[in-house]
């Protein structure tokens, strides 16, 4: 499958993007010379596992589950039984699908304990459920019945477990105070721009201030003073009906609604487009949560702009602003960047509890040059007005990709996280794939059509100002096969076989400054190998060099990676374990792995994973 993937690869591109630099000799260059140049700041051996049913990590590491899909969170939580699952229960229950993770130290805690926050971003009905049948085109699979839906809707949102490692080893504190599951029904309010806009209103409320629940929250962020960033991502999937004579009707195409993929409006009227036209707007937002008071509202910052959130990963600016930076997770979207009025404190985390509400949103221009500008998106300014349809602010936000349109936003490549690098103030831009990019389309920032392995971008904030509105930007690396020709990919000369990767997704900059990557979108039949982490070398003459770490299990997406502060555990969220791929369908009945149970009957379960060195000291050598 491989050896056709890379011929179809061949005869797809265009010969404008086989560059100079893809056809020199040293990128084809035979493997033993490649392997021999290895980079410098990751001594650990490359894993070379071929895909399987199981997760593999480097020689010299250990991987240990932690917790898995329907694991007691809170207190009364029953033992998991698949075969009689109940909304009940699973609101008790860790929840489907985990992807971003954030680990918070407790105080006292020596960097032994502490809270890890968990989003949980969607649920794979076919394998969670025995028998329910296929997909329907209205939304969700033939066989889901309310109390179905109900699980579902109690498998989605997020969870803070307290954890503690123990002669090293992690284990969930069983009762804590801190332990909380959030859902598709928690009640959260708005704040910022956007609250209280009619464009919130339904008949549940009126005034556009409250809502229940969050909806595909993907990754996310941890901010300075230690609440959790949880980012609604494909939320146009749980909305049925049509959008047709409705008078958003173009806003509400352009963010893909109705997506019709679950079955909750056939139990939950306000997922009926026709019922309550404004409930969409409500979903898409960057959801901010105090992990250390199990009882404070969820508040959904209005501020960031409605778009489909991949992260929030935010640095605080020289001036002692934060910047938060942002992808939109669809072919031709956008990159976007937060910076707040005020300023953080780190002294008064308390100070803090609103900055989020209060800043510009910017969208990023990248010209053909490297250079590039970040355009705000202010009601008023430039076309933002009502001639275009913007009435105030709140339009504006509720409606940031038209406004972006209209602010002459560059049209990426599927951004995922967008994360900046503390040690260098470099800014790095998981593009994850865009199949649909025309030849036409190609520009330098988005530099292949057809672009089925994505590539990472990096910004360089003009003077290192992460509030400045200029910078310049480069490609990183174009991902696939660099020894495949045609391929367009372009890895370090120094990039093994077993090194380089399709489809960044997540990534982490631990504490020394190195930046790993985690994938979505690899398989055998793609790219010859699963998901994964790939270390990354950014820096000196092994930069653009990749190194593969960890695999996760066949059908798996690999989510969440976080460091401890000391480097020493690598927390990864294996998503979506044993998930249809490569024309083989996987089920509750027949799943393509039983990770990480293997028991019979027991279906594949998504899990965080805690990754340590056997020797000690920090992950990745
Ligand atoms: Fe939920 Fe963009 O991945
Ligand atoms: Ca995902
Ligand atoms: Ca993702
Ligand atoms: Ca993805």
Known sequence: MKGLLGTAAVALLAPAVLAPAVLAPAVLAPRAARAGAAPDRFSFPELTAAPDETIHVAEGHDAQVLIRWGDPVLPGAPAFDPAAQTPAAQALQFGYNNDFLGFIPLPGGAGNRGLLVVNHEYTNEELMFPGVGVQTAKGGFAGMTAALVDVEMAAHGGSVIEIQRENGRWQVVPQSPYARRITAETP????????GSPRLATSADPDGRTVKGMLNNCAGGITPWNTWLSCEENVNYYFSGTRDGLAD????????IPGNAFAWARYHPRFDLQKEPNEPNRFGWVVEIDPFDPASVPRKRTALGRFKHEGAANIVNGDGRLAVYMGDDQKMEHVYRFVTDGKVDPANPAASRDLLDAGTLAVAVFHPDGTGEWRPLTFGQGPLTPANGFRDQADVLVHARLAATHLGATRMDRPEDVEANPLTGKVYVMLTANDTRTELEVEPANPRPKNIFGHIVEIS????????????WEVLVRCGDPAAPGAGASFSPATTTFGWFGNPDNCAVDHQGRLWVATDGNSAGSTGRTDGIWAMETEGKGRGTARRFFSVPVGAEMCGPCFT????????????????????????????????????????RPAVVAITRKAGGPVGG
């Open 461 to 472: 904030p003009a003077g290192g100002d992460h509030a400045a509105g200029g910078f310049t």
């Open 565 to 604: 502060a000391d480097d020493t555990t690598f927390f990864v969220a294996v998503q979506h374990p044993g998930e249809s791929e490569d024309g083989r369908v996987s089920t509750f009945d027949d799943p393509s792995t039983r990770w990480p149970d293997f028991t019979a009957g027991m279906p594949p």
């Open 188 to 195: 959260m309010a708005f704040s910022g721009p956007a609250a």
């Open 249 to 256: 009707a173009e806003a509400l195409k352009r963010y893909g």
